[in-house]
């Protein structure tokens, strides 16, 4: 039996699983301006191309993931997408 959660079955069929998938965060070490935004629009080139990227901007929503690029979008745009949706 599987550990995976049936909600959670979208993770499984994300286009951001791989070897790819450290574009996603910001490195350990310090990262320069353009090197984040560089980092950030790569990753965001891969959501375009993810067919749960709705499931999984949702979930980032849900828990407030903090870090990363969740279903295209960074961590501040998540905030600012949050506070829209509350205010409506």
């Not at 450290?22 to 965001?44: D, Q, S």
């Amino acid at each position: 039996m599987s550990a995976q959660r049936l909600e959670d079955d979208w993770q499984l069929r994300a286009a951001c699983r791989g070897p790819h998938a450290t574009v996603f965060f910001p490195p350990p070490r310090f990262e320069r301006k353009h090197e984040r935004l560089a980092r950030e629009a790569g990753a965001k080139q891969i959501c375009l191309t993810c067919a749960v990227r709705r499931e999984c901007l949702e979930y980032a929503l849900a828990i407030r993931e903090p870090h990363g690029i969740w279903g295209g979008l960074t961590e501040n745009e998540r905030k600012a997408l949050l506070a829209e949706r509350e205010a409506s």
